[in-house]
């Protein structure tokens, strides 16, 4: 039996798939790599709120038919921000002024429309900021009520004139960020020699808190829509020299999943994203209730008629 037209048939197969895959690979070198068709991967930094507001993204996409890949708790800024690049993910919820300061560290915008521009102009090409939500989430360092009433400290600026050794605690990249230690003694004149950084890796959580309920940190970098702040009394220091710049929520996207159905699907869930809203959703993920991220999420789509 003549099997040479089988063989032929079987290279001019092999031929058409090597070339369909030169046709569909990205000649670019370094650029983010694209997820498959109609799928968005979604990615969230490793503490609550942001795998809330993640999941929410989520579930808002996949009401509009668009597949939804979840890759949460995926770690801190720079991690995430790598998984960007290299194009594990697509999506993750952002915070304006940390993430301008990211990309522009010697940026001096401090307005909340200062920052929005700064930060649209700062983006790198392949990555887009969507519109930001009215909901804000900042850092901000926090002392006991008794620490407040013994030693007369109600602002950052106070600080300085405190004698003693402020044990400052937050996430492990803070003892670098701007607003850290080094922005304390650079903007508030805090002595860097009376300043003793405790790393706690809990993004402001239950760690967090515990040491600043123990002793064992004076001050502590707390999100403001943290629920622990008001239950345990803690008193949230005034930032006259606005160290802390504004943290409005906002969608950080690569290029290539940006479509104008996702697009205005994201713009839409930050129009109706409030910082009462999150301390809400905060609160039953992080309360008695113990809701989950997709519950919380869920909910809150219908409340808003969303999905």
Partial sequence: MNRRPVRLLALAA???LALAGCAT???????????AAGTVRIGSANFPESEIIAEIYAQALEAKGIKAERHMQIGARDIYIGALKDGSIDLVPEYTGNLLQYFDPKTTATTPDEVDKALTAATPAGFTVLTPAPAE????YNVTKEFSDKFHITSLADLAGYQGTLK?????ELAERPYGPKGLTSVYGVPADRLSFVAISDGGGPLTVKALQDGQVDLADIYTTTPAI??????????PKNLI??????PLISATAGTATVTDTLNKVSAALTTDGLLALNARNQGTEKASPAQVAKDWLKQ????
């Fill in 137 to 140: 989430d900042k850092d901000s």
């Fill in 304 to 307: 808003k008629n969303l999905v």
């Fill in 14 to 16: 092999a031929l058409i």
């Fill in 25 to 35: 690979s990205n000649p670019t070198s370094g650029a983010p790599a694209s997820s």
């Fill in 168 to 172: 400052v605690g937050g996430n492990p």
């Fill in 245 to 250: 710049m504004p943290q409005n929520v906002v």
């Fill in 230 to 239: 008001k239950d345990n009394g803690f008193v949230t220091l005034a930032d």
